[in-house]
């Protein structure tokens, strides 16, 4: 397998913030003037916030990264340290904020770690199980999240559907259904049927309408056979730590949105359990987004999952919301990004 560095590079670049940036202040400029009750005197309302939310808030992000790193050392198996873990992750967070989540980081996040000293094929490994289990995360904890909720975790907007022309369900279910059949076919080609997959894509790859594409496909076949020999042999230890890290990642990422609400206004435990819910579904919707970290899609339909909780609070809480679990990895990009790639791609290259 060949790295694409220079697609890789035009990513993992300081100009690449700009784009979600003005995509998102143009979202929030747009609903604030489209909102008659959004005005100076409810912006002035951000104040309410308790100092004490916004810590919170921010322990969460934080122990969420510490969570992560603590899952690409399990996943490298000793070929990374803390401090290259910890940059693995911030790095693929970076990518993931200037990326649209319909196409995904993979094949950056692929070439980060090859930048640490592994091996196209293990790096390729790596990145495919981390996308894999987050991929197993929203298929199997979404259904639960609406069983426990009674279906509240998918709530109705009128104005939504009146505007992008398809209802939220539309849209969780459309995303839902991609994810089903992307988890299939990994799980498929790199942990069941991994022989079976790669006869059949080299197969495809001698059709005469592929032809242009035959190449290409032939060496993604043997690349993700390659990849299966690294995972196959994995112990049930390994695969119970690495479901459990996942979850528990994603638990705690969602919760930067509760400490963020309880900081407004008072919610029951139930509530809290609600917000997560909600929060997952409302990712998997994002996760047809076409802007990069979803920009402007998050912004637009924030007041439709959480407007119940938040009332008046809802515009100002979704501004602290993204400027606390979005921004900061922007802000990371375009100030510590450009020396960690000159000293990874000089060092390593």
């Known amino acids: 397998m060949e790295v694409d560095a220079k697609k890789a590079l035009r990513t993992l670049n300081p100009k690449s913030v700009w784009l979600p940036v003005i995509i998102g202040l143009a979202i929030v400029v747009f609903i604030a003037l489209r909102d008659d009750k959004i005005n100076e005197e ?7 916030i308790s100092i004490l939310a ?3 808030a921010f322990v969460f992000l934080i122990f969420k990264d510490l969570l992560n790193t603590a899952r690409v050392k399990l996943v490298g198996s000793g070929a990374f340290s803390l401090k290259e873990a910890l940059r693995i992750v911030l790095l693929w967070e970076f990518a993931v904020a200037v990326v649209p989540p319909i196409i995904g980081p993979v094949a950056v ?5 090859h930048k640490h000293g592994v091996d196209v094929g293990r790096a390729l490994a790596y990145a495919l199980l981390l996308a894999m289990m987050d991929n197993v995360f929203f298929l199997t904890a979404s259904p639960l999240a ?3 909720t009674d279906g509240a975790a998918l709530p109705q907007s009128e104005l939504i559907q009146n505007e992008l022309g398809g209802s939220l369900s539309y849209f969780f279910y459309l995303s839902y259904g991609l ?3 992307y988890i299939s076919f990994k799980i498929s080609a790199l942990l069941l049927f991994p022989t079976l997959v790669r006869n059949l894509l080299q197969r495809l790859a001698q059709l005469p309408f592929l032809k242009k594409w035959g190449k290409r496909l032939s060496n993604r076949a043997d690349e993700l056979f390659e990849v299966s020999k690294e995972l196959r042999g994995k112990s049930a230890a390994f695969w119970l730590k690495l479901l459990g890290l996942t979850y ?8 930067v949105l509760n400490m963020i609400v309880v900081g407004f206004v008072p919610i029951s435990l139930n509530e809290h359990l609600l917000l997560v819910s909600r929060h997952l579904i409302m990712w998997l919707v994002m996760l047809v987004s076409p802007t990069p970290g979803s920009a402007g899609t998050a ?3 924030f007041p439709a999952f959480f407007g119940e909780f938040l009332g008046e609070y809802t ?3 979704s501004l602290i919301w993204r400027l606390i679990s979005f921004y900061p990895y922007l802000i990371i990009g375009a100030l510590i990004l450009p020396g960690w790639v000159k000293k990874l791609v000089v060092k390593l290259k």
């Open 299 to 301: 912004e637009y339909i």
């Open 42 to 48: 409810s912006l002035q309302s951000i104040l309410s």
């Open 315 to 317: 515009f100002v809480a």
């Open 146 to 148: 609406l069983w426990v």
């Open 54 to 56: 916004i810590a919170l």
């Open 109 to 113: 996040v692929v070439y980060i770690v």
């Open 179 to 181: 994810i089903a059949f």
């Open 248 to 255: 528990t990642i994603w638990i705690v990422k969602f919760g």
